[in-house]
């Protein structure tokens, strides 16, 4: 009897704890339910969060200056120009040469020659005003330069015009860089407005074949090329301009002397302006930067 009454206090104690079991789970449920009636009250649920915006890390940065994926990329850009692959040209050291300073008094039929350059005033007659718009054609002073050696070569030639010049018309040229042979014509001014033709400086640096284009990429105003004598500059093949260029800095270097033509030239005749951007403290050197690519310094 006591045995028995024993079994029935267990099964009743079992029974409360059932109980006190499903009403947990029931009272659990309709948490859940409730809840998620009251997030469907709000209309449907919002989209997931996008992910971060990939940051390229040190890591990838760091694999752009290393050699291998460097002479990858000379290798696709000379085969896109159908150029042979000479990594150890664009390695090598460019000549440079500044071949005339002083103050040369060009008239139209006058020439002067300088190491590789051949530079002839001419009196020529421009179309001024819209193409094919409104307008006039009008006689120009205009400078012929020639390379008259078998090198690429990357130049700059400043002059300046006594008197009077405006509104002038433009020649199709590249203002930053020659073929071998190449000729180009610039307008320097009107002729009528009476205004004389002077060289004043002739800076030349050989490049590579490669280099010859990277170069022709730069926006001559963006290294301080004079406007009036750089107007209508066109890349060759149709090659896009540097879309970033470090003008700025490029600029205030050059107004405070601590960076020169040669340095940005050297370094863009070796460097694609697509994946490298030039630092004030790159600097020509007459055997070459020693390793390609050239990283800019730390911090």
């Not at 040369?104 to 001419?122: D, F, M, S, W, Y």
Request: with cysteine.
């Amino acid at each position: 009897m006591t045995e028995s009454r024993s079994i029935k206090q267990m099964l009743d104690q079992v029974s409360q704890i059932q109980l006190f079991v499903g009403l947990g789970a029931v009272s659990l449920a309709i948490m859940v339910i409730g809840t998620c009636m009251m997030l469907d009250t709000s209309g449907p649920l919002p989209p997931p969060r996008p992910p971060p915006p990939r940051v390229e890390t040190s890591a990838v940065l760091t694999y752009r200056y290393k050699e291998g994926f460097f002479k990858a990329l000379v290798k696709e850009d000379s085969d896109k120009l159908k150029l042979a692959f000479d990594f150890a040209r664009i390695k090598r050291g460019n000549p440079y040469f500044v071949e005339f300073t002083g103050d040369q008094i060009l008239r139209p039929g006058n020439k002067l020659e300088t190491r590789h350059l051949v530079l002839q005033a001419l009196q020529q007659k421009i179309w001024v005003g819209e193409t094919g718009g409104q307008g006039f054609r009008s006689d120009h002073l205009v400078l012929s330069v020639a390379n008259k050696t078998r090198k690429h070569l990357a130049y700059r030639v400043i002059t300046s015009v006594r008197g009077f010049c405006q509104g002038k018309g433009t020649i199709a040229q590249n203002a930053l860089a020659l073929r071998p042979g190449e000729k180009i014509s610039r307008t320097e001014c009107l002729l009528r407005s009476g205004g004389t033709l002077r060289v004043m400086e002739v800076e030349v640096m050989e490049v590579s074949p490669l280099g010859y284009y990277y170069v022709s990429r730069l926006k001559p105003g963006q290294i301080r090329m004079p406007r009036r004598s750089s107007e209508g500059h066109e890349n060759p093949k149709d090659l896009p301009t540097c879309r970033i260029l470090p003008w700025r800095a490029i600029e205030s270097g050059m107004r405070r002397d601590e960076v020169r033509w040669r340095d940005v030239v050297d370094f863009y005749s070796r460097h694609n302006c697509d994946e490298y951007t030039f630092f004030v403290g790159y600097r020509y050197k007459t055997k070459g930067p020693g390793r390609l690519p050239v990283a800019p310094p730390k911090g």
